[in-house]
């Protein structure tokens, strides 16, 4: 039977895509994910005999201020922090909703896709994104909407991996089942495009988000952040072209990526959910504030988990 026009390469295409994925995947999801938590919890622990020791030779040296003194000259103080707002104190106090944080390229020709379907991909990709992290059905446990979303013949893949647990955090987001959102989610990052071997658009996105979370939380935390889960994904979509490729390969195909979480409840980030830690913690923000930052390498979060 003469071969078919395309029928060759489309055949090769497909198999060379679902192989990668396999791959990919196995790369992305579980050799290569940085499983990186926080709960810090820092005790100092000083013998009183000391303590007094250190006091009396400080005030006969006078690095101490008198009592007296110190207390009709009281230092600076910072101001008290709003309870109806979680951001309050952090960076993330000045970020505002995904849809506006992550920052889009200008779309320009990338290998043979015009600058026009470069554009269409760009926006594809961050509303995938975007689902997948922020939609509330998505949190809640319905992942439904952004497997339907992909390309067909990675679908079954992905569903069993987010079921699965271990690995739901690489494709979306879900909150624990006592948590809730106490605010709008913000964001802040990126996406940049290639291409890969096989003429593919290859989209990266790099993207801390924070989770302000309503739930279950332990009476002794407080300071700045106590209520907020940051966590950082670095991953990436394929798209390939029409031309040349199957209908299953259409669509928005997950590929490699790592990802960091901070003020997070290690036991239910492990299993696939977010959650606030079940310790008490006091000013986690503190010291930590470069977490926020989306230039910040995944290997310099804080680590835990």
């Given at each position: ?92 106090n ?16 990338t ?27 998505v ?41 809730t ?89 492990l ?34 988990c």
């Amino acid at each position: 039977m003469p071969t078919q026009p395309g029928f060759r390469y489309r055949r090769s295409a497909v198999t060379e895509a679902r192989h990668g994925q396999d791959r990919v995947v196995a790369v992305r999801r579980r050799p290569r994910r940085k499983l990186i938590g926080v709960l810090i919890v820092i005790l100092l622990l000083v013998p009183a005999g000391l303590l007094a020791a250190k006091s009396l030779y400080g005030t006969m040296s006078g690095t101490v201020a008198d009592p007296e003194i110190a207390a009709e000259s009281p230092g600076p103080t910072a101001p008290p922090l709003d309870p109806n707002n979680p951001f309050d104190g952090t960076p993330a106090n000045t970020y505002v909703a995904p849809e506006q944080g992550i920052e889009v390229p200008t779309p320009t020709k990338t290998g043979s896709w015009a600058a026009k379907d470069v554009a269409t991909v760009l926006e594809k990709t961050k509303a995938v994104l975007i689902a997948a992290r922020t939609d509330q059905a998505v949190l809640g446990g319905d992942s439904a909407d952004y497997v339907k979303a992909l390309a067909p013949n990675v679908r079954s893949q992905v569903k069993k991996a987010i079921v699965g647990g271990t690995d739901t955090l690489g494709y979306v987001t879900n909150l624990a089942a006592t948590y809730t959102l106490a605010q709008p989610i913000r964001a802040a990052g990126s996406l940049t495009v290639t291409t890969g071997a096989l003429k593919q658009l290859i989209v990266r996105a790099d993207v801390v988000w924070i989770y302000p979370l309503a739930g279950p939380l332990p009476a002794q935390s407080k300071g700045a952040g106590v209520r907020l889960v940051v966590l950082h994904t670095v991953e990436s979509y394929e798209w390939f072209p029409s031309k040349g490729f199957a209908d299953e390969d259409q669509g928005a195909r997950p590929g490699e990526g790592e990802r960091a979480v901070f003020n997070a409840d290690c036991p239910k980030y492990l299993k696939g959910a977010l959650a606030l830690p079940s310790t008490p913690v006091t000013d986690p923000v503190k010291g930590n504030e470069k977490v926020f930052t989306v230039t910040t390498p995944l290997t310099s979060f804080p680590t835990g988990c």
